[in-house]
């Protein structure tokens, strides 16, 4: 097995590397520009432009890899709603890309997805539960998902996911629990909301399931959360009482009151019970990631 890792400087990406290089399995990282992760061997890295259909085809033929798992994606949610064209280019051609070449050299494809392909009514979701997206980002992600399912190609997998957190190097973007901490630690006054609950999910709990996917050659649709769906609100509660920070700066607000400019899905969380009866995904409660935080 030989894994193309798309996205590798990136969270997620940082913990297939260490996964792959702890297990001793074959893999070649790629982000676009430089390695920014020093654990990952400059010998192991390349740079890939994932939205240059040449550069995709140039690498997989030079690298050979059994697997793809594509991580690699414009994820912040308002940002996408103002450019549009470099998400849909990012989130959905690059990936038909990927899957015209998975496809002519056989190649088992990972593609990762998200909680907000749902409108979040009725969370948490099952695998076969009826997507209806609410912002440019989650609608990004569902057309991502269709070029799948409508494939003549099957050889692959989708991982949709929830809030992805830990600590990685030289990341373009922080995450909500390692924001949380930081801002309580230094006693800012916040304001958070209480109307939308989430399954946070320890990255290396969802690298592990990206490696095993592809070690099992799994096919069709996974939810890969933590265990729990809890408020935005109950999140940063919880993270200043396992490190025993002050809560008294914290306020709850409703999400109507941010103006955020794309739509959240009130209420996700997933129903892990596929993964864990096919994968035997067993992703730490909240707390136990938490003590797996650096200090």
Sequence with gaps: ?????????????????????????????????????????????????????????????????????????????????????????????????????????????????????????DGPYAEEDKVNPLSVYAKSKVAAENLLLS???????????????GEGENLSRSNIVLWAKAALKKGDPLTIVDDQFRAPTWASDLAWACVRVAELNAKGIYHISGPETFSIFDLVKRIALFYHLNFDQVQPVKSAALNQSAKRPPKTGFNIDKARNE???????????????LI
């Design 151 to 165: 494939a003549a190609y099957k050889n692959w997998a989708i991982l949709r996911t929830i809030i992805v957190f």
């Design 1 to 121: 097995m030989k894994i193309l890792i798309t996205g590798s400087n990136g969270l997620l990406g940082q913990k297939i590397v260490l996964h792959c290089l702890k297990h001793h399995i074959d893999f070649v990282a790629t982000s676009k520009g430089a390695n920014r992760f020093s654990k990952c061997p400059n010998t192991a890295y390349q740079s890939l432009d994932i939205t240059i259909e040449k550069e995709v085809e140039d690498i997989v033929k030079k690298h050979q890899p059994t697997h793809v798992i594509n991580t690699a994606a414009v994820t912040n949610v308002d940002f996408c709603e103002t450019n549009q064209t470099l998400c849909e280019t990012v989130n959905v051609l690059a990936l038909s890309f990927l899957l015209k070449v998975c496809t002519q050299y056989q190649i088992h494809l990972t593609q990762l997805s998200t909680d907000f392909v749902f409108d979040g009514k």
């Design 279 to 293: 994968l035997n995904y067993n992703p730490k409660t909240f707390e136990e990631s938490l003590s797996c935080l």
